[in-house]
């Protein structure tokens, strides 16, 4: 049939297009998930004596050293490099993710009742957004 042939390359164009701008919708979420791990705008430190944990309700005993509220001490620094935002295409899905390379970070996500954890925290900071940009691309694709 004439113009059959246009039709499914034209269909695959859209396809591939669509695909393209899914991967970078990803791209972006997996870098702000970086991003706002890296530098979150709550504490990661033991909570101070009478602080509240946002998360837990949890009220703090520690009594600060040193000058100043850091967000990462010292000791977290190799968990904070190791962060990183990442895309993988599979099959059937494009998936945005953000993991620690440190062998500890499973430790500073699940311990101390989460309390130090930021990929879960970063996970869903960043989400709300993207779905709202992948909705208005489809929308728009219509």
């Excluded at 009742?113 to 992948?134: A, C, I, K, M, N």
Aim: aromatic residues 10%; hydrophobic residues 35%; proline residues 6%.
């Amino acid at each position: 049939m004439p113009g059959a042939d246009e039709v499914v390359k034209n269909l695959d164009d859209w396809d591939q297009r669509l695909k393209a701008a899914l991967y970078a919708l990803a791209e972006n979420a997996a870098t702000s998930m970086e991003a706002y791990a890296k530098d979150p705008p709550y504490p990661i430190r033991p909570l101070r004596r009478d602080e509240r944990d946002p998360v837990t309700g949890q009220r703090g005993t520690w009594v600060p050293h040193g000058k100043g509220p850091y967000k990462w001490r010292t000791g977290f620094g190799d968990a904070r490099r190791g962060l990183f935002g990442s895309v993988q295409e599979t099959q059937s899905a494009i998936v945005a993710r953000i993991s620690h390379t440190e062998q500890h970070g499973i430790y500073l996500e699940l311990a101390h009742q989460g309390r130090y954890g930021v990929l879960r925290r970063s996970r869903d900071h960043v989400t709300p957004e993207f779905l709202s940009q992948v909705e208005n691309l489809l929308w728009r694709v219509r």
